[in-house]
């Protein structure tokens, strides 16, 4: 049985690496960019903001949505687009956009694991809470210095990018208002954000947060999204959430056919 799960895992990984390969040819944004050097992860990140087409012409704040996956090679042309057209057509309220591009990505978002199947695919585990600090402790100061933002930040995420959007959900709440993942992969260290949700979700959201996830036809991660939407189901936390239950779409293609979708749903009060 652990043969044949540890198989669906490296399916899933291969699928997504191969997504990551895939060349889309999207045009890359007029956009600012910076270089911090974290004493966290110890190393220099660098980081592309995209600013909302009515940022220069106003004076106003504006919230953030906060991306893994950032890089301009990376998530970051797709979303900035995406962005600027759900603005455009007045679908969504003005965000600034915030892309981390990757060094080690499955070292940075991934917890702790001592499961051996995951450390074939994970080598360099458990660098999610140093990414999270770099990004609380340091990033967030910078952009809020540099940029008129709001208190009200938001973060988006896709497989690994997406537990890790689980993840700080569960254990630094505080961090986001609103969290999007898509087809996180929830089958990480024996499934354990799914398997201990209701421990690790103490808190009362009295409706001040909100989650939206989705999940594709790889088997390895729908059938842990649908447990997680199963077990939110039963709970009473006062969070307001939607999961999108998507058979039809892949790992590699469900980011670009429900983003827009999810930061309707998400961003808009």
Same mark, same amino acid.
């Given at each position: ?60 704040? /504006? ?42 990505? =499955? ?8 499961? @051996?199947?995951? #450390? ?27 940029? =008129?933002?709001?208190?009200? =930040? ?21 961090? /986001? ?28 959201? @009295? ?27 039963? #709970? ?19 980011? =670009? ?13």
């Amino acid at each position: 049985m652990k043969k044949a799960i540890y198989f669906l895992f490296i399916v899933a990984m291969t699928i997504s690496c191969k997504n990551r390969a895939i060349e889309y040819n999207d045009p890359i944004p007029e956009h600012d960019s910076l270089t911090i050097s974290s004493k966290f992860v110890n190393e220099d990140r660098v980081i592309n903001i995209w600013t909302p087409p009515n940022y220069d012409e106003s004076t106003d704040n /504006f919230p953030v949505l906060y991306m893994p996956d950032g890089g301009t090679k990376e998530d970051f042309p797709h979303i900035a687009n995406t962005l600027a057209k759900l603005i455009k057509e007045g679908k969504i309220p003005a965000y600034i956009l915030v892309g981390i591009e990757n060094t080690e990505r =499955r070292r940075d978002l991934s917890g702790p694991t001592e499961i @051996e199947y995951d #450390l074939k695919i994970v080598p360099n585990p458990g660098g999610s809470n140093n990414f999270r600090n770099f990004i609380k402790n340091e990033l967030f100061t910078e952009i809020n210095k540099k940029y =008129r933002t709001k208190n009200k =930040r938001a973060i988006i995420g896709e497989s690994a990018a997406g537990i890790f959007v689980i993840e700080t959900f569960l254990l630094d709440n505080n961090m /986001f208002d609103y969290y999007i993942a898509m087809d996180p992969s929830l089958w990480y260290n024996e499934q354990y954000l799914v398997e201990n949700f209701e421990s690790l979700a103490k808190e009362k959201y @009295e409706k001040k947060k909100k989650l939206w996830f989705a999940g594709s036809d790889a088997v390895d991660i729908s059938t842990h999204t649908r447990k997680l939407n199963t077990k939110l189901e039963n #709970l009473n936390l006062g969070l307001v959430w939607k999961y999108s239950d998507e058979p039809k779409e892949q790992h590699n293609t469900i980011f =670009r056919t429900t983003k827009e979708k999810a930061l309707i749903w998400t961003l808009n009060e």
